[in-house]
């Protein structure tokens, strides 16, 4: 069946990276706009990033921008956040969405999603 599979999460020390992959399985990424999104314990959604179907347009919340990259490898079936210099309030669990389109991708309705991965920030 077609999925979405997250991965890369893990316990990190403030200041520190990880990169999270979003795998695609049974379909081809090539039609779809991926976006990343966390929600923490007692918070809302909130949208990270999004990367178009051809790349050429990335978004990244305000709270993320200079720290976190969004990138895609259509052959990989695979988009990447790369997040550098980790914060504690990054920490959330993350899960990526295929989209026709970035925009709006925070509240409309995804065409496929994944499980999610834990990403937590602490010393």
């Known amino acids: 069946q077609k999925q979405l599979v997250e991965s890369g999460g893990g316990l990190v020390q403030p200041g520190g990276s990880l990169r999270l992959s979003c795998t695609a399985s049974?379909?081809?990424?090539?039609?779809?706009?991926i976006g990343w999104l966390r929600q923490a314990p007692g918070k809302e959604r909130e949208g990270v990033s999004c990367i178009s179907r051809s790349g050429n347009i990335t978004k990244y919340a305000d709270s993320v921008k200079g720290r976190f990259t969004i990138s895609r490898d259509n052959a990989k079936r695979t988009v990447y956040l790369q997040m550098n210099g980790l914060n504690p309030e990054d920490t959330a669990n993350y899960y990526c969405?295929?989209?026709?389109?970035?925009?709006?991708?925070?509240?409309?309705?995804?065409?496929?999603w994944g499980q999610g991965t834990q990403v937590t920030v602490s010393s």
């Open positions: 049974g379909f081809s990424l090539d039609y779809y706009a």
């Open positions: 969405a295929a989209h026709v389109v970035c925009t709006n991708y925070i509240s409309a309705r995804a065409q496929y």
